[in-house]
């Protein structure tokens, strides 16, 4: 089975750091470019930072450019995003998500559960 | 504000068809592929439409995708009331470097 597992959220002050990891199983990792998109509570999608499958080149939204840095390890079938200086609006649940067919600008075809970061005093 | 513009909830009966419109510009869909994803309550997001008009496989031919210039358009006929969820459009942009999306849809199976 295709899937993607998130952990690593949690509720944290602002201006301090977390890290994110996304587990994933059922498909050849590193044949896919690879990305994070939160949800704010009630709010609609953002895409955060996309990958491409060799790690090579990374984009990020210019709400997170410069505080997150998202990385792969291949051979654990492992996503990060590094999240630092956190304010209290990146408050969302955190998805990985796949591209599809495969290149950073194709869709996102599958999606994991979701880890949800709350960033508050 | 959302890059993309979505109507934020629409509304029809059962049986019925509807269609829910997304609306950006020459950066984005005028030069790029739209995707549709479903949201329902409490779920993560589902691929519906990719590459603009194409259903990735298991997805219900109830739904379909078109667009023209900078707008897309995502249809949905039959309507049934497991189809009461957010519809989200996204797409590449190239100004932004990144992907954008819409600000969602509501859809109300009444």
């Known amino acids: 089975e295709v899937q993607l597992v998130e952990s690593g959220g949690g509720l944290v002050q602002p201006g301090r750091s977390l890290r994110l990891s996304c587990a994933a199983s059922g498909f050849t990792f590193d044949r896919y470019a690879m990305h994070w998109v939160r949800q704010a509570p009630g709010k609609g999608l953002e895409w955060v930072s996309g990958i491409t499958w060799n790690g090579a080149n990374v984009a990020y939204a210019d709400s997170v450019k410069g505080r997150f840095t998202m990385s792969r390890d291949n051979a654990k079938n492992s996503l990060y995003l590094q999240m630092n200086s956190l304010r209290i609006e990146d408050t969302a649940l955190y998805y990985c998500?796949?591209?599809?067919?495969?290149?950073?600008?194709?869709?996102?075809?599958?999606w994991g559960q979701g880890t949800m970061v709350t960033v508050s005093s | 504000q959302s890059v993309l513009t979505q109507p934020p909830s629409v509304s029809e009966a059962p049986r019925q068809r509807v269609t829910i419109s997304c609306s950006g510009s020459?950066?984005?869909?005028?030069?790029?592929?739209v995707n549709w994803y479903q949201q329902l309550p409490g779920k993560a997001p589902k691929l519906l439409i990719y590459y603009d008009d194409v259903m990735p496989s298991g997805v219900s031919d109830r739904f379909s995708g078109s667009k023209s210039g900078t707008s897309a358009s995502l249809a949905i006929s039959g309507l049934q009331s497991e189809d009461e969820a957010d519809y989200y459009c996204a797409a590449w942009d190239d100004s932004l470097n990144g992907w954008v999306f819409g600000g969602g849809t509501k859809l109300t199976v009444l």
């Open positions: 020459s950066s984005n869909i005028g030069r790029n592929a």
């Open positions: 998500t796949r591209s599809y067919p495969s290149g950073p600008r194709d869709a996102f075809d599958v």
